[in-house]
Nanobody, 123 residues
């Protein structure tokens, strides 16, 4: 069982940066692949990034590749998403999620979700 709590969202101007964090509870955190998803109003939840349990492998959506970086600290049970060069189209509620798997990119492959944190990028 894993419980997830996101933080770090907020309002930022286009071109700015934010760092999202996700704190996980549970002694088996290091076994899970961790993903970030986002959902804008009126749109489906979409994949952003995922990191393997060991931190050795990552995968990104094309829309964020080169701008966002996912990382994890298994000793602290945290996963982070560093977001640079933010664009208005990055505005969404961002969710972290956990699953047992390689590098899953679909929301249905994840069994544990946080409550989400709002990111708003103004133009």
């Amino acid at each position: 069982q894993v419980q997830l709590v996101e933080s770090g969202g907020g309002l930022v101007q286009a071109g700015g940066s934010l760092r999202l964090s996700c704190a996980a509870s549970g002694r088996t955190f290091s076994r899970y692949a961790m993903g970030w998803f986002r959902q804008a109003p009126g749109k489906e939840r979409e994949f952003v990034a995922v990191i393997r349990w060991s931190g050795g492998s990552t995968y990104y959506a094309d829309s964020v590749k080169g701008r966002f970086t996912i990382s994890r600290d298994n000793a602290k049970n945290t996963v982070s998403l560093q977001m640079n060069s933010l664009k208005p189209e990055d505005t969404a509620v961002y969710y972290c999620a956990a699953t047992i798997g390689w590098l899953p990119t679909h929301s249905t492959q994840y069994g544990y979700w946080g409550q989400g944190t709002q990111v708003t990028v103004s133009s």
